[in-house]
């Protein structure tokens, strides 16, 4: 299972507005979706479920990072 903290952490960076950070989630689920989708041998069903789960979780991290920084600097 892929960490997909650091990368969603960084492509946030300087991300203030939550609209451009939900378009940016979707779009980086649409595109892993997409990419799990061609793997070849075709990737159980689990797998992918697993990924996108683990996708998911770095997402609320992030998110919640986010929030504990904004509360703490008010």
Same mark, same amino acid.
């Given at each position: 299972? &892929? =960490?997909?903290? !650091? ?6 960076e300087g991300?203030?507005? *939550?609209? =451009?950070?939900?378009? @940016? ?8 979706? &997409? ?5 070849? !041998? &075709? @990737? /159980?069903? /689990? *797998?992918?479920?697993?990924? @996108? @789960? #683990?996708?998911?979780? &770095? ?10 920084? #904004?509360?703490? /600097? =008010?």
């Amino acid at each position: 299972m &892929a =960490d997909y903290y !650091p990368l969603i952490a960084r492509a946030v960076e300087g991300l203030q507005n *939550v609209y =451009d950070r939900r378009r @940016l989630y979707e779009r980086g689920r649409n595109t892993l979706i &997409a990419e799990l989708e061609a793997v070849r !041998p &075709a @990737l /159980s069903q /689990s *797998v992918i479920t697993k990924e @996108l @789960l #683990a996708f998911e979780e &770095a997402i609320r991290r992030v998110e919640a990072e986010l929030a504990y920084r #904004a509360n703490d /600097s =008010d």
